[in-house]
């Protein structure tokens, strides 16, 4: 026999179950939206992409295609800053993961 998910009241008692009851967990997941190994690879194109245009504006200063030095500069710059600050997090999840490796059980 098959529950209908109809009442709102329903979905909320099966999501806190959703650990013990088989298929709710698939469920939940997947309404769950954008889990973190996705957050992370958007965060990491975003640093990509800053950088690419970084390097597509320097190099139109350089062979004389812009006259925009200071835009140039800003874009280096805001790219050297969102790489700093993706390698801090990084870091800082390396160390977490350490940590919880070190834990004793």
């Known amino acids: 026999m098959k529950i209908e998910l109809s009442s709102p009241m329903l979905q909320a008692m099966l999501g806190t179950r959703a650990g013990m009851v088989p298929g709710v967990a698939e469920q939940a997941e997947a309404s769950a ?33 812009s006259d925009d030095l200071i835009g140039a500069m800003l874009s280096s710059q805001e790219a050297g800053l969102s790489f700093s ?16 490796i070190k834990m004793q059980v």
Do not use: Y
């Open 33 to 65: 939206g954008p889990g973190f190994a996705q957050t992370m690879k958007s965060a990491i194109d975003q640093v990509d992409a800053q950088q690419h245009a970084a390097s597509d504006k320097t190099a139109a200063v350089e062979s004389g295609q």
């Open 85 to 100: 600050m993706m390698m801090q997090v990084r870091n800082k999840l390396m160390s977490a993961f350490d940590d919880i």
